[in-house]
């Protein structure tokens, strides 16, 4: 059992459900890291009661803090980088939990693996972004990186007592989102809304998206290859609409082994932060496979999802091309919950951005941190400009 607990991201999906988790095994919250909503971050300090806040802007910091003065031990409230840094590095804090959305939370996971903390990582673009720099960081300080993605923590789960010689391949499971089905032509049509809908899973805006395009799962495949050592051509992404089998694993001999369950983030945000023991959940409700239904497989269409093969070829590549995958999604899903974009101009806008990387002789197979950052900077207002181009078109 973790003996207290920081948060990355505390206002978002993970974050929350992670205080619930958190408050049903009594595990202590020392730290908070949010954006912009103050008003449930204050009910999440008041209930909570952590050292230290974190914030984005600084007038937000102020305006919190004097919200807050009438607590007896009231949090020092900060805002910005040095926030996040004092918020990762806690020296109360044995776990912190990254949760945050984007490659933002990149820089406060380096200082928390380099302050030695054990990382629930929770934010997978943090490994699609720098996965070479974040990995060898865990192995030389020795902590353990605890995967909370459900798939990733399926695949995790199964590897337990597996020699990592034995696996032949993993399946990592995905909805298909709510355009399963649909045609490269029907998607032409769909809208920010229609997106936002995912038939499963309750998440934040962009993952949700992600999830649409399928991108979520190309992103997944590049943190699989980071957290298991694996090559992307061992990892089949297997549409399961049920969303019950959370992923599986194939080992040399021809067994498959499965991890299933509700679908529901605090199963394995529990896990994580419980590893290694098996502690009773009170706040998942037990599976039930009769009620549950039948269980079904399809393969992906990727002529209509064009993002997952797009990240397939970012993953053989890696270096600085993931960065570029990452960073052009971001600015690209904006575009389209702002209706600048239609959906499948999310991976046309990807896509050139990556291939402007390449031919333009940006590429880095291992880049330092001031390249990623600046990768991701030049790739953001990259697809920006180019997403402008794509209006002006129509």
Same mark, same amino acid.
């Given at each position: 059992?973790?003996?207290?607990?920081?948060?990355?991201?505390?206002?978002?999906?993970?974050?929350?459900?992670?205080?619930?988790?958190?408050?049903?095994?009594?595990?202590?919250?020392?730290?908070?890291?949010?954006?912009?909503?103050?008003?449930?971050?204050?009910?999440?300090?008041? *209930?909570? *009661?952590?050292?230290?806040?974190?914030?984005?802007?600084?007038?937000?910091?102020?305006?919190?803090?004097?919200?807050?003065?009438? =607590?007896?031990?009231?949090?020092?409230?900060?805002?910005?980088?040095?926030?996040?840094?004092?918020?990762?590095?806690?020296?109360?804090?044995?776990? !912190?939990?990254?949760?945050?959305?984007?490659?933002?939370?990149?820089?406060?996971?380096?200082?928390?693996?380099?302050? #030695?903390?054990? *990382?629930?990582?929770?934010?997978?673009?943090?490994?699609?972004?720098?996965?070479?720099?974040?990995?060898?960081?865990?192995?030389?300080?020795?902590?353990?990186? +605890?995967?909370?993605?459900?798939?990733?923590?399926?695949?995790?789960?199964?590897?337990?007592?597996?020699? %990592?010689?034995? *696996?032949?391949?993993?399946?990592?499971?995905?909805?298909?989102?709510?355009?399963?089905? =649909?045609? #490269?032509?029907?998607?032409?049509?769909?809208?920010?809304?229609?997106?936002?809908?995912?038939?499963?899973?309750?998440?934040?805006?962009?993952?949700?998206?992600?999830?649409?395009?399928?991108?979520?799962? #190309?992103?997944?495949?590049?943190?699989?290859?980071?957290?298991?050592?694996?090559?992307?051509?061992?990892?089949? !992404?297997?549409?399961?609409?049920?969303?019950?089998?959370?992923?599986?694993?194939?080992?040399?001999?021809?067994? !498959?082994?499965?991890?299933?369950?509700?679908?529901?983030?605090?199963?394995?945000?529990?896990?994580? +932060?419980?590893?290694?023991?098996? !502690?009773?959940?009170?706040?998942?409700?037990?599976?039930?496979?009769?009620?549950?239904?039948?269980?079904?497989?399809?393969?992906?269409?990727?002529?209509?999802?064009?993002?997952?093969?797009?990240?397939?070829?970012?993953? %053989?590549?890696?270096?600085?091309?993931?960065?570029?995958?990452?960073?052009?999604?971001?600015?690209?899903?904006?575009?389209?919950?702002?209706?600048?974009?239609?959906?499948?101009?999310?991976?046309?806008?990807?896509?050139?951005?990556?291939?402007?990387?390449?031919?333009?002789?940006?590429?880095?197979?291992?880049?330092?941190? #001031?390249?990623?950052?600046?990768?991701? %900077?030049?790739?953001?207002?990259?697809?920006?400009?180019?997403?402008?181009?794509?209006?002006?078109?129509?």
């Amino acid at each position: 059992m973790p003996h207290s607990l920081a948060i990355l991201g505390s206002t978002g999906s993970i974050g929350t459900q992670a205080l619930q988790v958190a408050a049903d095994g009594g595990i202590p919250i020392v730290a908070l890291a949010a954006g912009q909503n103050l008003d449930l971050l204050e009910r999440q300090v008041r *209930l909570h *009661l952590p050292d230290v806040v974190s914030v984005r802007q600084a007038d937000d910091a102020r305006i919190l803090s004097e919200r807050l003065a009438d =607590m007896e031990r009231p949090p020092d409230v900060m805002a910005g980088e040095a926030g996040l840094r004092a918020v990762a590095t806690h020296p109360g804090a044995d776990t !912190v939990l990254a949760a945050m959305v984007g490659a933002a939370g990149l820089v406060p996971v380096l200082d928390a693996l380099a302050a #030695g903390k054990r *990382l629930a990582l929770a934010n997978k673009e943090t490994l699609v972004a720098a996965g070479h720099l974040v990995m060898p960081l865990a192995r030389s300080r020795g902590v353990d990186i +605890l995967p909370v993605d459900s798939e990733h923590s399926a695949i995790w789960q199964c590897l337990r007592g597996e020699a %990592r010689s034995s *696996l032949r391949r993993i399946l990592l499971t995905a909805s298909g989102g709510p355009f399963r089905g =649909m045609t #490269g032509a029907q998607l032409e049509h769909v809208r920010a809304g229609d997106a936002l809908r995912h038939p499963t899973w309750s998440m934040g805006g962009k993952i949700t998206i992600d999830s649409a395009t399928l991108m979520n799962k #190309g992103l997944e495949v590049i943190e699989a290859c980071w957290l298991f050592d694996v090559e992307p051509e061992r990892i089949d !992404v297997v549409i399961h609409p049920q969303s019950i089998i959370h992923s599986m694993i194939e080992l040399v001999d021809g067994s !498959v082994l499965a991890q299933m369950g509700r679908p529901d983030m605090k199963l394995p945000i529990h896990v994580a +932060l419980w590893h290694p023991e098996r !502690v009773p959940n009170a706040v998942v409700p037990p599976y039930d496979p009769i009620l549950s239904g039948p269980l079904t497989f399809e393969a992906p269409n990727p002529d209509a999802f064009a993002c997952l093969p797009l990240a397939y070829e970012a993953a %053989r590549r890696k270096g600085t091309l993931t960065t570029v995958l990452n960073a052009a999604n971001e600015a690209a899903v904006q575009g389209f919950l702002e209706g600048r974009l239609g959906f499948p101009d999310i991976a046309r806008i990807v896509e050139s951005t990556m291939n402007a990387h390449l031919s333009g002789g940006r590429y880095l197979p291992c880049p330092e941190i #001031g390249a990623v950052l600046e990768t991701d %900077r030049w790739a953001r207002t990259e697809a920006v400009r180019r997403m402008a181009s794509i209006r002006k078109d129509k």
